[in-house]
């Protein structure tokens, strides 16, 4: 109970939030309004304004806790979209030490044949032997997707005191296993849309879902509120394609599909350039050197020499000015694509269905498997919008309309943006608040 004396003190549990600035600055806006102590895996560099704790995850030794969690990793329940499960956890394991892969991908394996899944919710109460952090301080917890510290999670939701989860990105409902079914007084999430992917793909409750709002399209209202930085930066003209996956396999593929943007932009309107984005989160940036080799394409080189992943607030910005002041935006499925429909230029996502890749269809490192996933498909990939580009023949008839009838094409960007009205992260953390403020707590397990 919070006294007049005491504010609200907030638990928030975290992992993967190294690169993203909006999570940060999310916390901010929350710890404006309370206490908040973040529990993560790992300390991180970057000061947060107002935060009044970091706690690493306190692990205990239990053996029922580490027999529980390899059974659970073997055999977890998954989502019913659940394609786009192993293509995520095989994206995931591509790059690690070859040991380690061979036996993620035994464990992927095994998964793929089980007829059979066991819940989360059936597994937490075994798990909780598995913790000692301490907690016992917290009001109300909020999980941020993605939830990764099962033993941790155990706990929180034993101890009486209210928990919801806020789903991070438009992704995760049909990706996660880790989404409980039980003991969760909220799912927050972007938008309605994504509220029924969380009932169809995870078998929650409508009931349980509380719209309030993208954190991660949070900056992109800030910087169209702000005139100063809308001042275009790129003083010639262009098209600006941004980079989708961040593994080198799928990457090499996006290379060639990037390739024939080029050869059929240079068709069309050989005085534009194409302008490349890698994607941020790309370890490996040397495979963009290929690209040099077209005249007409300059890479964005945005990261600077030794930045970690996550960038600065006036690199956000750069990135949304450069989108702006495109001629067009090209992607193959990106949140930047989605980002890009707010502004009032034509957005083509290119789909082909008929572009030989190098690498055989039935792989799941295909590109096709990266363009189609859930997600995609069900946002981005619209019938009926000419904007959606599925052979490599319709590629530059599509361009010269996005270029020469930008207004015909820009039906589709209403129709994306429309899914998701733009908030402030104060807005967003006020909402949150409000709910986890009112509910009761109840008796610890």
């Keep these: 109970m919070t006294t007049a004396n005491r504010r609200f003190t907030l638990g928030i549990s975290v992992e993967h939030f190294d690169f993203r600035v909006d999570v940060h600055r999310f916390i901010e806006a929350l710890s404006a309004q309370a206490d908040v102590v973040v529990f993560t895996d790992r300390p991180f560099a970057q000061p947060i304004r107002g935060l009044k704790e970091v706690r690493l995850y306190r692990h205990r030794r239990s053996l029922m806790a580490s027999l529980v969690s390899r059974l659970f990793l073997l055999a977890r329940r998954l989502p019913k979209s659940r394609n786009n499960f192993f293509i995520t956890e095989f994206f995931k394991i591509a790059g690690l030490p070859k040991a380690q892969k061979q036996r993620a991908e035994l464990y992927l394996k095994i998964r793929r044949i089980l007829p059979f899944g066991l819940s989360v919710d059936a597994v937490l109460p075994w798990l909780r032997g598995g913790d000692a952090t301490e907690m016992g301080d917290i009001d109300a917890f909020l999980h941020i997707t ?107 593929q996006e290379i060639m599909v990037a390739q024939k943007l080029a050869q059929a932009l240079r068709s069309v309107a050989p005085e534009l350039v194409l302008l490349v984005r ?75 269905k008929d ?68 908030r402030s992260l104060e807005a967003i953390a006020d909402d949150m608040l409000r709910f986890l403020k009112q509910l009761p707590a109840g008796q610890a397990k």
């Design 278 to 352: 890698p994607h941020p989160n790309h370890a490996n940036w040397d495979g963009y050197e290929a690209l040099k080799r077209e005249p007409n394409v300059q890479l964005d080189w945005f990261r600077q020499e030794g930045q970690g992943r996550m960038l600065s607030p006036a690199q956000v910005f750069e990135k949304f000015n450069k989108v702006e002041h495109a001629r067009a935006f090209v992607h193959l499925g990106t949140t930047l694509g989605w980002e890009a429909c707010y502004f009032n230029h034509p957005v083509l996502f290119l789909a082909f």
């Design 146 to 252: 993605q939830i990764g510290d099962l033993p941790f999670v155990s706990r929180a939701l034993a101890s009486g005191k209210p928990n919801a989860a806020y789903i991070y990105s438009w992704d995760h409902p049909c990706k996660h296993t880790t989404i409980p079914r039980h003991g969760m007084k909220a799912y927050f999430t972007w938008n309605s849309r994504l509220s029924e992917d969380m009932v169809e793909l995870q078998g929650l409750r409508m009931e349980q879902m509380q719209v309030v709002g993208a954190t991660q399209l949070a900056p992109l209202k800030q910087y169209l509120e702000t005139p100063a930085a809308r001042q275009r930066l790129v003083p010639f003209d262009y098209v600006y394609f941004g980079c989708g996956p961040a593994q080198d396999d799928l990457s090499r």
């Design 355 to 422: 572009m030989d890749m190098g690498v055989p269809r039935g792989s799941i490192l295909h590109l096709d498997n990266f363009i189609h996933q859930y997600h995609c498909d069900r946002y981005l990939i619209l019938d009926g919008y000419p904007n959606v580009v599925r052979q490599t023949a319709a590629l530059a008839p599509a361009l010269a309309k996005a270029l020469s009838e930008p207004s015909t094409m820009l039906a589709y960007n209403r129709k994306v943006a429309d899914e998701t009205p733009l």
